[in-house]
């Protein structure tokens, strides 16, 4: 079995998947000080919301790792002692299983149907702006001040297709170009979740609709939690089922 001397070096990153419960489950990032052998990694402790995150000993985690070019790589480790590496906080793993390449992308990506919306600014011209403001005066003859909404923000719907922790694929209606940058809105767990993005790629279906790969830009810590413990979880129960 090819072990840790294959793949990785020193300063390498690397993911550790935590499971909580069925309600929190979060992703945390460290890198490698020293790879020992092939069975064996001294890692950075990983940080959870400013503070050093316990990993439990002698439990089993999944690590995930992505290399250049090649994909993202998965293996199960044990964490077996918590010690300081040139006094700094630090874990040592075993590995224990097989270490597998599960795909080219850098973010795992699940199937995710669901709706959305796109929120494209609409500007005024002068003589629509005019317009408004006559239809105001004539219905509220006593206010000599009134304020018309130069621009506005409409909604023009999507359905998702598919959804990772660096984007989002969605069918819809609008024509885009790729390198647009574009705001939209998605329905995740009965939340609606605001992002912007930059679309990668645009492929015509049929007359009416057009698939838009999209990547986020700039997430909200909030939003960019709910995504990833959203994909994580699907990630967590193929893994269980050894689909991944």
């Known amino acids: 079995m090819e072990g840790f001397t294959k793949f990785f070096n020193i300063a390498d990153t690397l993911d550790i998947m935590i499971y909580v419960n069925n309600q929190e489950s979060y992703t945390l990032s460290s ?14 402790n990983p940080i959870h919301e400013g503070h050093l995150y316990a990993m439990e000993r002698h ?10 070019n090649q994909g993202m790589y998965l293996f199960k480790g044990r964490m077996i002692e918590r010690l ?19 795909q080219r992308r850098k973010f795992y990506r ?20 005019a317009k408004k403001k006559l239809l105001l005066t004539t219905k ?3 206010e000599k001040d009134l304020i018309v909404e130069e621009v506005v923000e409409e909604k023009f719907p999507f359905e998702s297709l598919d959804l990772s922790g660096g984007g989002i694929r969605v069918l819809t209606r609008i024509s885009f170009d790729t390198g647009e940058l574009i705001k939209g ?16 790629r645009v492929e015509k ?25 959203y994909v994580f979880e699907i990630e967590r129960n193929l893994i269980k089922k050894g689909l991944m």
């Open 185 to 200: 809105e998605v329905l995740l767990n009965n939340v609606w979740n605001k992002f912007k993005g930059e679309v990668t």
């Open 140 to 142: 509220y003859k006593n």
């Open 84 to 102: 300081l590496y040139d006094n700094l906080p630090s874990v040592s793993i075993e590995l224990e299983s097989e270490i597998k390449r599960i």
């Open 59 to 68: 439990y089993g985690y999944y690590f995930r790792f992505y290399i250049e």
């Open 205 to 229: 279906k049929d007359d009416n609709h057009k698939e838009v790969g999209i990547k986020f830009i700039d997430l909200d810590s909030a939003t960019q939690s709910r995504i990833v413990s």
């Open 31 to 44: 890198f490698v000080y020293e790879v020992v052998n092939d069975e064996r990694l001294i890692i950075s």
């Open 110 to 129: 699940v199937n995710f149907k669901s709706r959305g919306f796109f929120l494209i600014e609409k500007k005024f011209s002068d003589q629509e702006i």
